[in-house]
């Protein structure tokens, strides 16, 4: 096509997707007289969560970053209009895209990431505190990558700031007890024993709480785990029950989020 043509139906496009945003922005309006009359937050995290997770898993590879930004734009724009609405003040922020420690960088975890979940969960020494069996194929990976990216799983695939790879982290809501979630975190035994374990539980628990507005944090640890379960008693989580596995005892951990 000339190039007169290739603006002729951009233009064309504009005009659907000004009509689809106008539209979805007047839903949005709906949804907002909907949380005001139950008490609801503007912001609702799992929601833009999985909302996210299905443009990554839907959208093509070469555009998956730009299709990810504009829903994110999107959602930005509905929790900025909801709170003009409800007369609420400015808009609170959304779900960040990447995150930054001193140590570490953690990015949303994709299909990319397979080959370095796959080291890990093949790895005997990391399977031994795995609740699932070692992996054997890296389909068993691909497709622990999808479970975790899922609905409102909030992963991430964790990096040194030099980009080394160090492990992979998700939060995940309970499907069961409302405002309950689940943390797992695997990392790679060349990182074991530096702190960053304690470091990732730290952060969980700020994403748990401001992030994810949950009420309590947990984490499902072997017996055997003892330097996860001091990085875990050390960020202030409690041992609250214990219960047999097939690979030994497993405890559960659990941190009150909500605040007193």
Same mark, same amino acid.
């Not at 093949?122 to 795995?130: F, L, T, W």
């Not at 040194?160 to 998700?170: C, I, Q, R």
């Given at each position: ?14 005009? %659907?997707? #000004?009509? $689809? *945003?106008?539209?979805? !922005?007047?839903?949005?309006?709906? +949804? ?69 420690? %001193?140590? #570490?960088? $953690? *990015?949303?975890?994709? !299909?990319?990431?397979?080959?370095? +979940? ?143």
């Amino acid at each position: 096509m000339e190039l007169s043509q290739i603006r002729q139906r951009i233009d064309e496009l504009n005009g %659907e997707l #000004l009509r $689809l *945003f106008e539209e979805r !922005m007047a839903l949005c309006a709906q +949804v907002a007289e909907e949380k005001k009359k139950n008490g609801m937050e503007v912001f609702a995290p799992v929601r833009e969560v999985e909302i996210l997770n299905w443009v990554r898993q839907t959208a093509s590879p070469e555009l998956a970053g730009y299709d990810v930004s504009f829903f994110n734009g999107l959602m930005a724009l509905s929790r900025q209009y909801q709170s003009q609405l409800l007369d609420l003040g400015p808009s609170p922020a959304g779900i960040p895209s990447g995150i930054r420690t %001193e140590r #570490l960088e $953690l *990015f949303p975890l994709d !299909m990319q990431a397979a080959p370095a +979940v796959y080291s890990l969960t093949s790895d005997p020494e990391v399977a031994r505190y795995m609740r699932f069996d070692t992996h054997t194929r890296p389909e068993q990976a691909e497709e622990l990558i999808r479970e975790w990216t899922s609905g409102g799983n909030l992963s991430y695939v964790v990096l040194k700031n030099d980009g080394e790879f160090v492990g992979v982290f998700s939060i995940q809501p309970d499907k069961e007890a409302a405002g309950v979630l689940n943390m797992s975190l695997f990392l790679s035994p060349d990182h074991w024993g530096q702190g960053y374990c304690g470091e990732i539980t730290e952060l969980a628990v700020k994403m748990a709480r401001d992030i994810l507005h949950g009420k309590m944090l947990r984490a499902y640890v072997r017996d055997a785990n003892t330097p996860s379960r001091k990085a875990l008693e050390k960020a202030g989580f409690a041992q609250a029950r214990g219960f047999a596995g097939e690979k030994g005892a497993v405890l559960v951990y659990e941190y009150l989020l909500e605040r007193q």
